[in-house]
């Protein structure tokens, strides 16, 4: 029986391996994957929420390019290495962009950059309060790739950590509609009779609501933030889960295996676990990649809204919506960017999703 299951797992593997869109799809779950985990060491804000604002530098197209003065704060840093590999550091220095600066008797005169063509103010400020008296490597050029937001954050940075909500919402949903979905499809479908009529009337009135009214309903009554997104979209998505494992119970306990296995004297719970769930599970690998990508879509709808992660926490659907206004102004980009970054990661899931379901069809 082992040696069946690693041979079938081997073909699935093999047939996977031959779908070039499904490998395609998996690297690029990995890859953002990865980029959400570390993201606070790829990015070149590495502030909490990369939040330092620069007023007059908003708005920069990619590429832009400032010399920034870096001021020493008497902030101390007093987080932990692993907390600013997952969290970010806390601003332990004031940035300044400057398009000009001079050393007069131990003064540092700088001119604020201005944009326009506009001629800033000059101002100064004393060498002594950099380390040494070494100003020098405190004035950086400073390279915006994707530019600059309406608050002068450095786009790129908040786009890489925007992933990380975007990425573990759908991993967060989905393993609470799986649990929930699971265990009340198990129930309806296997037990039949009046458990099957309950819980099919409970599955029917949360159907009949909107799926975004609900995901406000409950994440109103469990308030604005982060883990409350989180678990009101999981809440609203075990019902498609629990239909689907409700249907193929009812056909797949009705074989000669099951019947087996009741004969041999197993629990229920060993025959639903052991024996039902691991026959059923190709068209639950699609409903979660599907779910995955519908997750991802009603918390950016929900960031759209207010609803979502709130300020200034970096989220791609909350980017739109702070830039949705510029692309009748001229610069679509800050608008396009947090778009396409979604639609590559939910298209990656329906395309996995797919994938999996093929290589694990046993009838082909």
Same mark, same amino acid.
């Given at each position: 029986m082992s040696k069946s299951n690693n041979s079938l797992s081997r073909l699935a593997l093999q047939k996977f391996k031959k779908n070039v869109w499904g490998v395609f799809s998996f690297w690029i779950i990995v890859i953002i994957g990865l980029v959400s985990?570390?993201?606070?060491? /790829?990015?070149?804000?590495?502030?909490?929420?990369?939040?330092?604002?620069? +007023?007059?530098?908003?708005? #920069?197209?990619?590429?832009?390019?400032v010399r920034m003065l870096e001021v020493p704060n008497e902030i101390i840093d007093e987080d932990s290495f692993m907390s600013k590999i997952f969290f970010g550091r806390n601003n332990t220095t004031t940035e300044i962009p400057i398009s000009d600066f001079k050393v007069e008797n131990e003064i540092l005169i700088y001119t604020e950059y201005t944009s326009d063509g506009l001629i800033g103010?000059?101002?100064?400020?004393?060498?002594?309060?950099?380390?040494?008296?070494?100003?020098?490597?405190?004035? #950086?050029?400073?390279?915006?790739?994707?530019?600059?937001? #309406?608050y002068?954050?450095?786009? +790129?940075?908040?786009? +890489?950590?925007?992933?990380?909500?975007?990425?573990f919402i759908g991993f967060v949903a989905v393993f609470i509609s799986l649990l929930v979905g699971l265990f009340m499809g198990s129930l309806a479908g296997y037990y039949g009779g009046k458990v099957d009529a309950f819980i099919m009337w409970i599955i029917n009135i949360t159907w009949s609501i909107p799926t975004l009214l609900?995901?406000?309903?409950?994440? +109103?009554? /469990?308030? #604005?933030?982060?883990?409350?997104?989180?678990?009101?979209?999981? /809440?609203?998505?075990w019902v498609e889960v629990a239909r689907v494992v409700r249907g193929q119970i009812i056909g797949a306990?009705? /074989?000669q295996y099951v019947t087996a296995a009741r004969a041999l004297g197993f629990t229920d719970f060993r025959i639903i676990t052991k024996h039902i769930l691991p026959n059923i599970m190709a068209p639950l690998i699609v409903i979660s990649a599907a779910n995955f990508a519908a997750a991802i879509l009603i918390e950016s709808g929900l960031s759209f809204l207010g609803i979502g992660a709130q300020p200034p926490m970096a989220s791609w659907g909350a980017m739109i919506k702070d830039h949705y206004n510029y692309i009748v102004l001229g610069k679509p980009y800050l608008a396009l960017i947090p778009g396409i970054c979604i639609m590559i990661l939910v298209m990656a899931f329906m395309l996995i999703g797919n994938a999996l379901r093929d290589a694990l069809d046993v009838k082909t």
């Amino acid at each position: 029986m082992s040696k069946s299951n690693n041979s079938l797992s081997r073909l699935a593997l093999q047939k996977f391996k031959k779908n070039v869109w499904g490998v395609f799809s998996f690297w690029i779950i990995v890859i953002i994957g990865l980029v959400s985990i570390f993201a606070y060491v /790829l990015v070149p804000d590495d502030s909490k929420n990369a939040n330092q604002m620069h +007023l007059s530098i908003h708005s #920069k197209p990619p590429g832009f390019k400032v010399r920034m003065l870096e001021v020493p704060n008497e902030i101390i840093d007093e987080d932990s290495f692993m907390s600013k590999i997952f969290f970010g550091r806390n601003n332990t220095t004031t940035e300044i962009p400057i398009s000009d600066f001079k050393v007069e008797n131990e003064i540092l005169i700088y001119t604020e950059y201005t944009s326009d063509g506009l001629i800033g103010q000059e101002k100064s400020i004393d060498i002594g309060v950099f380390p040494n008296g070494k100003y020098e490597s405190y004035i #950086k050029e400073r390279r915006f790739v994707f530019g600059t937001d #309406k608050y002068g954050r450095d786009y +790129l940075s908040r786009i +890489l950590i925007g992933a990380r909500i975007s990425f573990f919402i759908g991993f967060v949903a989905v393993f609470i509609s799986l649990l929930v979905g699971l265990f009340m499809g198990s129930l309806a479908g296997y037990y039949g009779g009046k458990v099957d009529a309950f819980i099919m009337w409970i599955i029917n009135i949360t159907w009949s609501i909107p799926t975004l009214l609900l995901v406000i309903a409950i994440t +109103l009554a /469990l308030g #604005k933030g982060f883990w409350q997104v989180f678990i009101a979209v999981g /809440l609203t998505m075990w019902v498609e889960v629990a239909r689907v494992v409700r249907g193929q119970i009812i056909g797949a306990k009705q /074989l000669q295996y099951v019947t087996a296995a009741r004969a041999l004297g197993f629990t229920d719970f060993r025959i639903i676990t052991k024996h039902i769930l691991p026959n059923i599970m190709a068209p639950l690998i699609v409903i979660s990649a599907a779910n995955f990508a519908a997750a991802i879509l009603i918390e950016s709808g929900l960031s759209f809204l207010g609803i979502g992660a709130q300020p200034p926490m970096a989220s791609w659907g909350a980017m739109i919506k702070d830039h949705y206004n510029y692309i009748v102004l001229g610069k679509p980009y800050l608008a396009l960017i947090p778009g396409i970054c979604i639609m590559i990661l939910v298209m990656a899931f329906m395309l996995i999703g797919n994938a999996l379901r093929d290589a694990l069809d046993v009838k082909t």
